[in-house]
């Protein structure tokens, strides 16, 4: 079993000492000014603090923090995020997960291409960060990643950041 959250920190280090699961945390951006544009939580919790107690979870050996990041063309998806991400989860046991955003036409958000997604995937692999792009699904019935109707397309993040 998996548990995704968004980075509620407190809460962090009693879910793995108190349920053998997995954890997957929504990252979505490399700079604190970013994350706290898709991600309202960080007002709360800074992305330092975050991965900091990423850091102090006892992971399993056997086991890794998944970060899932959701890709947004001209937001996140630069090489120069690239190198932030590998810098930021130094000393995490962790993989990576790039999610494609989905476009919706209600939103002025775009998709990366598929090739600067496959770019930014090989800088991590390279660098030793465990990386997967994750399989588009649901964009026929506008239920992927990035398909909520009319909300606010940044604050929307939080809530589509797991797929």
Do not use: W
Request: hydrophobic share 40%; charged share 25%.
């Amino acid at each position: 079993m998996t548990v995704s959250t968004v980075g509620l920190v407190p809460a962090l280090q009693r879910i793995v000492a108190e349920i053998p699961v997995s954890l997957a945390v929504s990252l979505n951006a490399t700079t604190e000014a970013q994350r706290r544009e898709v991600m309202p939580i960080t007002r709360k919790y800074s992305m330092e603090e975050l991965l900091d107690a990423c850091r102090a979870l006892p992971i399993p050996h056997h086991r890794r923090i998944t970060f899932e990041y959701v890709m947004m063309a001209g937001f996140n998806d630069s090489m120069d995020d690239a190198a932030r991400l590998v810098k930021l989860l130094r000393g995490i046991r962790s993989k990576v997960n790039l999610i494609p955003y989905n476009e919706n036409p209600d939103r002025d958000i775009r998709r990366p291409s598929d090739e600067q997604v496959k770019a930014f995937q090989r800088h991590l692999v390279l660098r030793g960060v465990q990386s997967s792009v994750r399989t588009t699904r649901g964009i026929d019935i506008s239920a992927a990643c990035g398909q909520l109707g009319k909300t606010n397309p940044l604050a929307a993040m939080a809530a589509v950041a797991g797929g």
